[in-house]
């Protein structure tokens, strides 16, 4: 009776332990989908955040430093063209009937091709004038304005005192003059390609160095007979 009474049990039970089985199969498979160690899994995606926000820092140091790059260029430039501009200026505004020859060199000397031409063809008129006249000049920069242009071009305005003198008017006179000059690239340099009055420009403002003298009173008039 014992015997009759164990075998229906343990077949009842048979599905039970079959379900149990299952259950922990699943349960284990479950298991294998995460790593054993989880920690450096963690590590893992901790190292390629790090390497890719140091490659998006390096990238975006590379385009800053560009660009930090191209402003200084930029601004050597603009200091280059300005001071070849303030140069080129004096030369223009400095000459004297003494020696006429010594200004042609000085303005023809680095100059393109085309502004060298320009003197050239002009020589005989301007150097009869300083002669004739007995000219002579002198300048002061006072300030440039340098204004890029494309191609490599800067155009630069220059403001300048030019005291000049004749024969007819032996005591200084200094006039306040606006030039444009044109500054070119050239090869790794830069060379003045054009120069003449600023367009737009007001007429020169003049002021005599000394102050004139007060005119003198007319002579009184002959007593009549």
Same mark, same amino acid.
């Given at each position: 009776?014992?015997?009759?009474?164990?075998?229906?049990?343990?077949?009842?039970?048979?599905?039970?332990?079959?379900?149990?089985?299952? @259950?922990?199969?699943?349960?284990?498979?479950?298991?294998?989908?995460?790593?054993? +160690?989880?920690?450096?899994? /963690?590590?893992?995606?901790?190292?390629?955040?790090?390497?890719?926000?140091? *490659?998006?820092?390096?990238?975006?140091?590379?385009?800053?430093?560009?660009?930090?790059?191209?402003?200084?260029?930029?601004?050597?430039?603009?200091?280059?063209? /300005?001071?070849?501009?303030?140069?080129?200026?004096? #030369?223009?505004?400095?000459?004297?009937?003494?020696?006429?020859?010594?200004?042609?060199?000085?303005?023809?000397?680095?100059?393109?091709?085309?502004?060298?031409?320009?003197?050239?063809?002009? %020589?005989?008129?301007?150097? =009869?004038?300083?002669?004739?006249?007995?000219?002579?000049?002198?300048?002061? *920069?006072? /300030?440039t304005d340098p204004v890029a242009q494309?191609?490599?071009?800067?155009? *630069?305005?220059?403001?300048?005192?030019?005291?000049?003198?004749?024969?007819?008017?032996? %005591?200084? #006179?200094?006039?306040?003059?606006?030039?444009? *000059?044109?500054?070119? +690239? @050239?090869?790794?340099?830069?060379?003045?390609?054009?120069?003449?009055?600023?367009?737009? =420009?007001?007429?020169?403002?003049?002021?005599?160095?000394?102050?004139?003298?007060?005119?003198?009173?007319?002579?009184?008039? /002959?007593?009549? +007979?």
């Amino acid at each position: 009776e014992t015997t009759t009474e164990t075998e229906p049990e343990a077949a009842v039970n048979a599905p039970d332990t079959e379900d149990s089985q299952e @259950a922990e199969r699943t349960e284990n498979a479950g298991r294998r989908l995460w790593p054993r +160690r989880p920690w450096r899994w /963690a590590a893992a995606v901790a190292a390629a955040a790090v390497l890719a926000g140091g *490659v998006f820092g390096f990238m975006k140091y590379r385009e800053v430093s560009g660009e930090l790059a191209q402003l200084r260029r930029q601004q050597a430039d603009r200091e280059a063209a /300005a001071q070849l501009a303030k140069d080129y200026a004096l #030369k223009s505004l400095t000459y004297s009937y003494e020696d006429p020859d010594a200004f042609f060199r000085s303005v023809e000397d680095g100059v393109s091709q085309q502004l060298k031409d320009k003197y050239v063809n002009a %020589t005989d008129v301007l150097k =009869s004038i300083m002669l004739q006249a007995q000219v002579t000049s002198t300048g002061e *920069v006072l /300030a440039t304005d340098p204004v890029a242009q494309p191609g490599g071009v800067y155009q *630069v305005v220059v403001s300048a005192h030019q005291t000049t003198r004749n024969l007819q008017n032996p %005591t200084p #006179k200094v006039s306040i003059i606006l030039l444009q *000059v044109t500054v070119s +690239r @050239a090869g790794n340099g830069w060379q003045v390609s054009d120069i003449g009055p600023k367009t737009g =420009s007001h007429p020169p403002v003049e002021e005599q160095l000394p102050p004139p003298e007060a005119p003198s009173a007319p002579p009184e008039p /002959a007593p009549k +007979r």
